[in-house]
């Protein structure tokens, strides 16, 4: 198993709600990523886990909080998001903290 | 200014031509290199990395120049199938960590057409 898989793929949420971005690796990857990408934007960093530990945090608002249940999930619980929060979140894990793996990405919009 | 600079394009080449994409990258402390492509609505995938003495991946050539601290991608004979966003990826390495942050240019946007 090879891939990086995120749950949902789509994802509409008011501002009031609370929800999480899941996802998943079978690679025996030990560092895991979340990022951010706006339309005709590059990716940004937003947190890296490295064996299950947060690592970095790039001054990523509180409305976003990480979990690392273990080596293999990965979880982004998202609460009191604002309109400006829509994107694409990205999960990646890397075995040696370069050339992460992606995973297809939740398209996140908030109404 | 910005960690990694990349001309976005859009290059808008045909089948069959040569083409080249820059970027340049700020931090002499740079340690590893890559090119992503990204299609439209999906996620980025790594192409290739990017070593200081040169690689080829059939079609692909990437350079690394340490001193001008830019990096290149040459596509020969461009395929309707390489039409996507070409991501340059710089990792720097935090002090005394084994951890590297990843810089993601812009992306340079190619449009191969028949």
């Known amino acids: 198993d090879t891939e990086v898989t995120q749950t949902p793929k789509h994802l509409v949420m008011g501002m009031t709600n609370k929800k999480s971005l899941k996802c998943e690796q079978h690679m025996g990857h030990r560092a895991m990523y979340w990022y951010k990408q706006k339309a005709k934007k590059p990716p940004e960093l937003m947190f890296v886990y490295s064996y299950e530990k947060l690592s970095i945090n790039e001054s990523v608002p509180s409305r976003f909080s990480p979990e690392c249940p273990n080596s293999s999930l990965l979880n982004l619980h998202l609460h009191a998001l604002q309109p400006e929060d829509s994107a694409l979140y990205l999960c990646a894990s890397s075995q040696d903290a370069s050339k992460p793996h992606f995973g297809p990405g939740t398209r996140l919009t908030v109404t | ?114």
């Open chain 2, 1 to 114: 200014r910005k960690e990694v600079e990349q001309d976005p394009g859009p290059f808008n080449v045909p089948e069959g031509a040569t083409v080249a994409f820059n970027c340049t990258y700020s931090n002499s402390a740079s340690q590893s290199f890559f090119w992503y492509r990204q299609d439209c609505r999906k996620e980025p995938k790594l192409l290739m990395s990017v070593y200081s003495s040169g690689n080829e991946d059939g079609r692909f050539t990437a350079q690394l120049n340490r001193a001008s601290q830019y990096i290149s991608l040459l596509i020969r004979d461009s395929k309707l199938s390489d039409s996507a966003t070409y991501l340059c990826v710089v990792s720097i390495y935090d002090r005394g960590s084994t951890l590297g942050r990843l810089y993601f240019g812009r992306g340079t946007q190619l449009t191969v057409w028949p």
